[in-house]
């Protein structure tokens, strides 16, 4: 089978699963609500809650190791040695 | 709604440019649901941070300042600062003590629509040898009654490099960034995020004033050093699960670890787990661990043989095997203000980590024991306490 | 590249399963019926106060845009109340102590009920945070507001006053 033959067979089962993606709200409801939401808004659970001093915190380990990146922040580090 | 999808998507298909698809999803986010995701709190953050161990002490300040325009766009301005006092045993290995300073900005943006948030940010760094300029795009979306959330970003940066001493020394480092993640709220106490980053650099990507050592039966010691030679390309993979779990006394428990791997042979793993505790209304405690353990690159060694042994040779202890293992708490002290004062809430905070470093395959040069042979001294260690005490205010 | 594709791949995916629900939907059934305790220490129940129109207030002390919608809810009470109009706030939280602080500080002059064990927000299908239900003279649901967004409250006039009006 050729690579473009491939290729539309592949865009058109994407495509043909899409009426049922856009049913699937309907199948599947949020289990937790709103107004059950006020232990994941307090400060202990907030991830963001000092974003310099973790930034910082990221900096100071991705000048002295070698892994880099999946740290949870936007933006690009610094390029710094 | 559903008219709209099916036109993105036959868009989709017939481009080729990953770009303009990405502004697509962008556009399809964008025309979704209408419960609300909010832009993040103004808040001017100031940053006292210190780092001293391994004979290098680094400190200086970080400065947040982030702000709504109106009710769909919030900017932020940072300034950081570090001023480097160093006599580390890369640099008294092969050269001696120097004071340098970094200065960092950046200004980002965001954008926020319905449910999806749009971030924009650009970003400069200047010492006397560096100076980098780097870019970003990041976009986050809520959806299925707000408990998930998904973002992907991009950024890229190029690194212009220069050599103190050297003023024909000039090299280019670029590199970009994607990022992928999903955050999802399982129940109302339990909150689980996983992301992916993949990068790439390509250019000049060795420090220029890290040496590779080799046998040398000409030399007083019995070795020599000479300029490392890197890969000009290398890319890396990332991946990291975390969560957080609310405990029903104000407390919530947390933990993440990550993967990396690169082309360069480095593999490594992360892991912490935390706990943080608020009581009084007003105190906020904080106490984490964290280990890290990566293998060597493929081109690390601490000794080679001969000059110009192979085509890539590193001595930088960063490629080396080695842990580090984090200890730290941080506290916080909460002032809340009346509903109607100008600023609502600031915060006096103290952190405060000691990392331990244990390297398996990087001898100490500078160790004072005698009779040791050239590639046999003791394994190098060092401790590092890194403090950070800052005042948030909210408005 | 790869990664990109996954990208794509991913994101449509999930765009899809994410089709929400509109800002405000026009329905018309009968309100459910609820009673429940008001901060003044009295029982509300929402079939007596048939023949007002009543907009519904589902708010948490935690809620950001809750709290900055508040003041301007006093205020279409403080306009509209002689007119047979009243507010009604519900508030959604299993432990009224902050809720009760608010209130004290902000003093409101609509009744604020408590649903503590959250019956009435499951009732009402309470799905985002705050909620704005108007109720007209007959007891039907007129509109479902969801979240609060600055320049809301004028929307809010407007609608009212046409219930009024009926």
């Given at each position: 089978m050729n690579k473009t033959l491939v290729k539309k067979i592949r865009i058109g089962l994407l495509v043909a699963t899409l009426p049922f993606l856009a049913a699937c709200q309907n199948t599947m409801e949020p289990w937790v609500k709103p107004y059950e939401r006020n232990n994941l808004t307090l400060p202990v659970m907030d991830w963001a809650l000092d974003p310099i001093a973790d930034n910082y915190m990221h900096h100071v380990y991705q000048a002295r190791e070698g892994a880099r990146g999946a740290e949870g922040t936007s933006g690009g580090g610094c390029g710094c040695n | 709604m559903l008219k709209a999808l099916r036109e993105a998507v036959v868009v989709v298909i017939r481009t080729k440019k990953s770009g303009v698809v990405f502004g697509l999803i962008t556009t399809l986010f964008l025309a979704s649901s209408a419960m609300a995701t909010v832009l993040p709190k103004d808040r001017t953050d100031v940053m006292y941070h210190s780092y001293q161990g391994g004979g290098m002490s680094i400190d200086g300040p970080s400065i947040l300042i982030r702000k709504k325009i109106n009710k769909k766009i919030s900017a932020s301005f940072n300034h950081y600062v570090d001023m480097v006092s160093s006599a580390s045993i890369d640099v008294l290995a092969s050269a001696s003590a120097y004071k340098e300073e970094r200065s960092e900005q950046s200004v980002g943006m965001n954008y926020l629509q319905d449910n999806t948030l749009l971030s924009l940010g650009v970003s400069q760094s200047n010492e006397n040898d560096y100076a980098a300029k780097s870019f970003n795009f990041d976009v986050s979306h809520e959806f299925f009654g707000n408990l998930s959330t998904l973002t992907m970003g991009i950024s890229r940066g190029s690194d212009d490099i220069t050599k103190n001493g050297n003023d024909i020394f000039s090299k280019q480092a670029n590199r970009i960034n994607y990022r992928v993640g999903l955050s999802q709220i399982f129940t109302k106490n339990l909150q689980v995020s996983f992301n992916v980053e993949a990068i790439s650099d390509e250019g000049y990507l060795n420090n220029p004033y890290r040496s590779y050592r080799y046998l040398d039966g000409n030399a007083a010691n019995g070795y020599s050093y000479a300029t490392e030679i890197y890969p000009n390309t290398r890319t890396s993979t990332a991946g990291a699960l975390r969560g957080r779990y609310y405990l029903p006394y104000n407390a919530a428990v947390y933990a993440s670890a990550r993967i990396f791997s690169d082309t360069w042979g480095i593999k490594s793993h992360t892991y912490s787990l935390g706990y943080s505790h608020s009581f009084s209304d007003n105190f906020l405690l904080d106490v984490h661990v964290r280990r890290y353990a990566q293998d060597q690159a493929d081109?690390?060694?601490?000794?080679?043989?001969?000059?110009?042994?192979?085509?890539f040779m590193a001595r930088d202890k960063e490629m080396s095997t080695f842990n580090n293992v984090t200890v730290g708490f941080k506290a916080r002290y909460l002032f809340k203000f009346a509903r109607t004062s100008w600023a609502k809430a600031s915060s006096v905070n103290l952190s405060v980590d000691h990392i331990q470093f244990n390297y398996?395959?990087?001898?100490?040069?500078?160790?004072?024991?005698?009779?040791?042979?050239?590639?046999?001294?003791p394994l190098y260690g060092f401790s590092a306490n890194v403090i950070r005490f800052y005042v948030s205010l909210w408005y | 590249m790869r990664f990109y594709k996954i990208i794509q791949l991913v994101s449509l995916v999930i765009v899809l399963c994410s089709a929400g629900k509109v800002a405000a939907t026009e329905t018309k059934s009968l309100a459910i019926d609820f009673t429940l305790k008001a901060a003044s220490g009295e029982n509300i129940r929402l079939e007596e106060m048939r023949g007002d129109v009543i907009l519904i207030n589902f708010w948490a002390s935690w809620c950001g845009p809750c709290r900055q919608e508040m003041p301007y809810l006093d205020d279409l009470q403080k306009d509209f109340?002689?007119?047979g109009f009243t507010v009604l706030g519900i508030n959604v939280e299993q432990d009224s102590g902050s809720a009760k602080a608010f209130i004290d500080e902000l003093k409101v002059s609509f009744p604020v009920l408590f649903d503590n064990k959250q019956l009435v927000s499951q009732l009402y299908k309470?799905?985002?945070?705050p909620m704005t239900v108007m109720i007209d003279r007959n007891g039907f649901s007129r509109l479902v507001h969801r979240g609060y967004v600055e320049g809301d409250e004028v929307a809010y006039r407007t609608i009212i006053k046409e219930l009024i009006r009926e």
């Open positions: - | 081109f690390y060694q601490d000794m080679f043989d001969r000059k110009d042994q192979f085509n398996d395959n990087f001898h100490n040069v500078l160790s004072p024991e005698l009779g040791q042979s050239p590639g046999n001294e | 109340s002689n007119l309470v799905d985002s945070m």
